[in-house]
Each structure stands twice: as C-alpha cells, then as structure tokens.
C-alpha cells in the first residue's frame, strides 16, 4: 500500500488514525450525549453540535496561518496533540454542567485546528517532491483510508463503554428511554405506561415500582457511561501523539529560508480592514434573515475570501480563484454529508428497528464485522490474477478462518438481536477502508487508458453520487410517521409527545445502502479536494489554504442546525429531498467551472 511513498506517509497514516479513533469515540456518541445528560431538544443539541463542528474546521484557519508564517509546522502539529487531550479529559470527567462541557468541547476544537489542516498540508508537502507527484491523488486516498480505520472502531468503543457502564448498574440499554424520561421528568410524556414497559425491560432486578426513581438513575448512568467513553478519546490521543514523536522525524521540514516570502499580517495592511468590513456586512445581512450566529460563521468565510484574494499576487491570483470556487462548492457538501451525526443518527435511534435477526446482526458487532472482512478479504486474494502459490494459500487460510468465525458468531445469535444507533456510525468509515482500494483500482484502470477523469472532475461526479445516497433515504421515509406528528395539543393547551410507533420503525438496510452511497462520494470528493488544494495552493499559502479548505467545511458543518431545525417540523421524505437538491445544484456548479479549474491544476 506504500510503495512508491515516502515514508512520512506511513507516520501521518497513523499519527491521523489514533486522533480520528478519539475524535469519531467521541462524534459517534456527542448528540446522543447532549440530549440523555441535559435532556436538550434535536434543535438545541443540533445547534450546539454544529457550532462544535463549524470550529473543530474553522480554526484550522488559525493553525494554518501561525504554521506558514513561522513555518513551524510539526511543532504546531504536536501542540495541538497535547490540546485536544486536554479537552478529551474534561469531557471525560462526570456531573459537569453544560457551560464546562462546551468549554471542553472548545478545548477539542481549538486543538484540532492546530492539528488537523497542517498535517494535511505536510503530507501535501511531501509530494511536492516531481518524483512523487504523479500518486498525489493517491497518497490522499491512502491518508484518508488511515482517518477512516480509526472512526471505524470508534462507536464500537463508546458504545462497549456506555453498555457496560449501564450493565454495571443492573440496567440494558435502550436507546429511546433518554427522551422518555425526560419526557416523564418534565410532565409532557403522554403515555407513561410506555415508560413503565421499557424500565421493565431494562432492568436486570425485576419490575420497577418507582417510575421517579428510574428516570433520574437511568439518565445518569446513560450519561456517565458517555463520560468515560470520552475517556478513551484521551487514551487514543497519547497513542497518536507517542507515535508522531517517535517518528515525525521521516516527515519534511519546511523551515523558513533566507529570502522566502511567507504570509504576515502587515501584508496589504489595507486587506485586513477591507475583509473584516466585507465579513461585517454579510454577517450583518445574513443575521437579518437568520440569526447572528450563523450569519458571523458566514461573514466569516467571505472575511477569509477577500483577504485572501487581495494579498494574493498576480501571477497567484488565478490558482487562489480556483480554490475559493471549490471552497465554496464542498461547504453544501458537507452540510448535507455530515448530517451523518445529526438527522441521520436521529433516525437511527428513531425509525429503524431496536432488534434485528441474525444474519442482519451480523453487521452490528466488531467482531461479526472483523469476520466477514476476513472473508472477503480471503476471496479477493484467492481468485485474483497472477498470484503466487503462496499469496494463494495465505487467501485460503483467510477464507477458512473468516468463514469459520462468521458462521460460529451466526449460530450464536438469537431470532431478536439489539442494535446500538451508535453503530450506524462505523458504516462510513467501514465502507471508506473496504472502498479505497477499489477506487483506486478504478482510477488506475482508467489511467492507463488515458480516461481517468480529472480531479476537479472527481469532485462534481461526487456531488451526484451524494444526491443519490440522499434519494435512498427519501424513498425510505415515504410512508414514515414524521416527528411533527408525534406531538399533541392538550386540554391546557400543552405540548405532548409521543415515542415513534414500532409500525414506523424500518429495516437497517436503507441507512447503511444510503452510507455506502454517500461513502463512494466522499471517496470522489474529500480526498481528491485535499489533493487539489495541495497541487493548486501556491507554496507560501499551502496551510493557509488548507485552512481555507477546512473554513469551508467549517460552514457547511454550522449550515448542519438546517437538518435538526427541520426534523420537528417537516416530513422526513422532505428534509431528505432537501439535500438532494443542495447536491445537485452544487454539481451543477462544479462542471460549470470545469475548464477553468482544470486549468489551474496544469499550470
């Protein structure tokens, strides 16, 4: 896999794979967090976790700018290490209000800003080398396969420790009974022998005769078993931080030399005033329509727009222009791909099935997962072409192995099998790993025949395929009991809810056929958008632009709030049609500056 790359891919690979193990830990189960500890609306949990998302991307910006201008870039790297594990071990620690925890999440987001844009930008650096520019696109797949490898056994992780917290405590999990007893604390549960026959189910002691009692001691051991899965988000951020300092030495140094021009802040000292005025009016306007918040996340982007277009030099201008077009682009991208952790996990705690039969199962649990993968992986190397008596056998014995595994954990599994929202989440990454190799098969294919499609290219055939992964959700929401619907008027004129009935609780199979769609448009998109930023970002501006890159992102992560705003209000087939409508237009856009972009990439 890393033939022909330098060996500082091989140390970004990992160091990237243990921060993502502790960011994804905790991204898997933070909305879920939020609303079983302080019993917050999806809005208000939609709210925060966007804000959360927009500064974990925005202030990549910042690192960006501190590491070209003093060109330190590895050690920015480390610090932002050593913050984020900082972060990992307030939210880690149990009974903390909400102001404290946003204060850690902050911590998380500040840390990751220093960390996540320049790592990126020295892999990019690597590659700047003629030799090995020709696998850039490549070596990006590969990065982001590591990013990925760790996300996948993140909800694993948090939801073995929230399960056996819960377990410890003579109770099972259930994922709806957060809201329930909220609902019950609160006075707007409709239906309270729907709390009576769940408490029942869940706990391990018997029947319960204090519904009160039940309520409070569930949601705090739910939450602290959160708690100290944000625990293992610290541990994994000492394991990538071990691994960089033992081997970032194989990573280039990109020291300042006599003579280089690198950015300042006096630079076109006419430029600052200009973009904070240009950010104060769009955020002004925007805040008109909207609120201020998200109109500041705007006027921020158009801020870093006009600052960066101003000090860029003539003969920058072009390939500056050209990445600002696809900045704009990827912010309805990820709008609409990261509600992956928002509407998307709400629905999975809310319309699909609690149990599920065995073989379906067998997607459900780390090591049913790790079995099929050993399976297939067997298969692929046992029918390939030109293949030594060797490589043959080690296929074989895959085979066996993964087969033998897969059929015992089968047997072993019963009619009803509980599944975890939490899991829903692995899909992703899951598909990314298995994915990775084929699309690059795909792109070498076409390579060969001098068809491979160019990067800027890549992009826009992403947006599509991103439209239909949210066209597999539309069709599986049709005929859906919706969250508006679920909410009654009483005499006094209060609002009552209801849980969602079982009848509009579907199979698995629509979510995780929308993930793998959405999957192999990330493949087209994401890493070939870090690709393009590290070939067309001139030298003196590459973390500044990856920073640009992540800003975009970081806006599309705050536009996340349109999702959880419409979730109580629309039909879910509409909050879905939505997003496809978001990708469409953007591929549109995308292919209506195709030449101009794939200019810039040649020149």
């Known amino acids: 896999m890393f033939?022909?790359?330098?060996?500082?891919?091989?140390v970004a690979f990992f160091t990237?794979?243990?921060e993502r193990f502790g960011f994804y830990t905790m991204m898997a189960i933070l909305v879920l967090f939020l609303q079983a500890k302080f019993g917050l609306t999806e809005d208000r949990a939609g709210g925060i976790y966007s804000w959360f998302y927009f500064f974990i991307y925005a202030l990549a910006l910042l690192g960006g700018i501190l590491a070209d201008a003093t060109r330190k870039y590895k050690t920015i790297?480390?610090?932002?290490?050593?913050?984020?594990?900082?972060g990992y071990i307030v939210m880690a620690v149990p009974g903390l209000d909400l102001t404290l925890t946003l204060i850690g999440l902050f911590t998380i987001a500040f840390g990751n800003g220093l960390f996540k844009g320049n790592l990126q930008a020295v892999v990019g650096q690597m590659y700047d080398d003629?030799?090995?520019d020709k696998v850039r696109d490549n070596a990006f797949l590969i990065f982001y396969m590591g990013i990925n490898v760790g996300a996948f056994f993140a909800p694993f992780a948090?939801?073995?420790?929230r399960n056996w917290w819960l377990k410890s405590n003579g109770l099972l999990h259930d994922a709806s009974l957060p809201a329930i007893c909220h609902q019950f604390q609160d006075g707007t549960l409709q239906d309270v022998s729907k709390l009576q026959e769940l408490a029942n189910e869940v706990t391990m002691g018997g029947a319960v005769t204090n519904l009160q009692e039940f309520a409070t001691n569930y949601l705090e051991t739910f939450s602290r078993g959160y708690n100290y899965a944000f625990g293992i988000a610290a541990i994994a951020m000492v394991v990538s931080l071990v691994a960089y300092l033992l081997f970032n030495k194989h990573l280039p140094n990109r020291e300042k030399v006599a003579g280089e021009k690198t950015i300042t802040l006096t630079e076109k000292p006419i430029a600052i005033p200009v973009a904070l005025g240009a950010g104060a009016v769009v955020a002004f306007l925007i805040s008109l329509v909207k609120d201020f918040p998200t109109g500041m996340a705007i006027g921020l982007f158009v801020g870093f727009v006009t600052?960066?277009?101003?000090?860029?030099?003539?003969?920058?201008r072009e390939r500056v222009v050209s990445l600002l077009l696809v900045f704009f682009v990827v912010i309805f991208f990820w709008m609409s791909f990261h509600q992956n952790g928002l509407t998307l996990t709400f629905f999975a705690r809310d319309y699909t099935v609690k149990t599920v039969d065995a073989f379906t199962y067998m997607f459900f649990t780390i090591e049913n997962i790790l079995a099929l993968v050993t399976l297939i992986a067997g298969i692929v190397i046992l029918i390939g072409k030109k293949r030594e008596k060797k490589t043959r056998f080690i296929g074989a014995l895959l085979t066996i192995i993964g087969a033998g595994f897969s059929y015992w954990f089968y047997t072993r599994a019963g009619e009803h099998n509980p599944i975890a929202p939490e899991v829903f989440q692995s899909f992703n990454p899951l598909f990314i790993v298995s994915l990775t190799f084929v699309v690059m098969g795909v792109f070498a294919w076409l390579n060969e025949r001098g068809k491979e499609p160019s990067t800027p290219r890549k992009i826009g055939i992403g947006m599509l395929i991103a439209a239909a992964g949210f066209v597999v959700m539309v069709v599986g929401s049709l005929g859906l009991i919706s969250p508006h619907e679920l909410q009654v008027t009483n005499e006094a004129g209060?609002?009552?809810?209801?849980?969602?009935?079982?009848s509009s609780r579907i199979m698995p199979y629509w979510l995780m056929s929308s993930y793998l769609v959405l999957t192999i448009a990330e493949l087209f998109l994401s890493p070939m958008g870090l690709s393009f930023v590290s070939k067309v970002a001139p030298k003196r501006f590459q973390g500044v632009m990856q920073g640009g890159w992540l800003l975009a992102t970081a806006v599309g992560?705050?536009?996340?709030f349109i999702g959880s705003s419409l979730w109580g209000n629309l039909d879910l087939w509409q909050i879905w049609a939505i997003f496809v409508v978001c990708c469409l237009l953007s591929a549109a856009f995308i292919f209506a500056i195709m030449k101009k972009l794939e200019r810039a990439t040649q020149g």
């Not at 610090?79 to 900082?86: A, D, P, T, Y």
């Not at 000090?311 to 920058?316: G, L, N, R, V």
Request: net charge positive.
């Open 16 to 18: 990237n794979m243990g």
């Open 158 to 161: 948090a939801t073995g420790m």
């Open 130 to 132: 003629p030799k090995y």
């Open 77 to 86: 790297i480390m610090l932002g290490q050593i913050i984020m594990f900082v």
């Open 3 to 10: 033939k022909d790359h330098p060996k500082g891919l091989f």
């Open 307 to 316: 600052w960066i277009f101003m000090i860029a030099k003539k003969d920058e």
């Open 494 to 502: 209060n609002i009552m809810y209801n849980p969602v009935p079982d």
């Open 557 to 560: 992560n705050k536009l996340l």
